[in-house]
């Protein structure tokens, strides 16, 4: 499993998601809005947004906000303009950083992006400079406790899904972004539930990071992502989930 899926679901199991619910909101709400001006607001004929109302209502938000959002965006009702951005740049022990971002003002985001990394052993780099290292997938993690890898198996490569893979306490499932919504769909059909879900962009390859630049790491991690104007982070490196616990928990 990537670092950064599995720094995803460690703090979902810490309960650190639900202290942070109000920035969660947030950036749930700029993901439909943009969602919404982009494709539409029909769920049904939108699959981003779609898939951004359905993580909206994994996270208990209230209907009300999502159909405010979705107006914003089609334009039913005023609201800000946001702009997608993505930077790239470095991180401790050399690892690459992938920063997806919604933005009403750029000059702001990119500042305070650099001003982050630069604060925690990191930096900028140009457009193009670490993309490559990643491939975008859909990505469905299951716990072992809720279903059975030949059931899993079966289910979600049926359902378009490109490769199972058993990672310790969980098994993780990658898909192609096209084929992510209908594996989830095969999934909830059959009663099977996830610990996390997200179309992501996933590391060719990976650097082992252990103890202060692990710490640097996440570190920066959790910085870059409560910056508001931060939708996601991805990168390259990769913690031993001991240690990573350790560390969440400190």
Not at 21 to 46: C, P
Not at 158 to 179: H, Q
Not at 213 to 222: C, G, P, S, T, V
Request: glycine share 8%; with cysteine.
């Amino acid at each position: 499993m990537s670092g950064h899926s599995k720094w995803s679901t460690i703090k979902r199991k810490k309960g650190a998601l639900d202290a942070k619910r109000g920035k969660i909101f947030t950036k749930l709400i700029k993901e439909i809005t943009v969602a919404a001006r982009v494709g539409g607001g029909n769920v049904e004929a939108n699959p981003r947004l779609r898939s951004a109302v359905q993580t909206a209502r994994e996270n208990n938000m209230p209907f009300a906000n999502i159909d405010r959002a979705v107006k914003k965006g089609t334009g039913e009702i005023e609201g800000a303009t946001y702009e997608e951005v993505t930077y790239e740049g470095y991180g401790p022990g050399g690892t690459a950083l992938f920063i997806e971002s919604l933005t009403d003002n750029k000059n702001r985001t990119v500042a305070e992006i650099r001003s982050i990394l630069t604060k925690n052993n990191g930096n900028l780099g140009a457009n193009g400079s670490v993309a490559w290292m990643f491939e975008k997938k859909g990505v469905i993690v299951v716990n072992k406790t809720k279903a059975k890898e030949d059931q899993l198996m079966e289910i979600a490569l049926e359902a378009g899904a490109e490769d199972i893979s058993d990672e310790k306490d969980a098994f993780e499932i990658r898909t192609d972004p096209c084929a992510f919504e209908t594996t989830k769909e095969a999934l909830e059909k059959n009663k099977i539930q996830w610990d996390l879900t997200e179309v992501s962009m996933v590391p060719k390859n990976t650097v082992k990071l252990a103890g202060k630049e692990a710490e640097q790491m996440l570190r920066l991690m959790e910085s870059l992502e409560d910056c508001d104007d931060v939708q996601k982070v991805y990168s390259n490196f990769d913690i031993d989930e001991s240690e990573m616990e350790k560390i969440a928990t400190e």
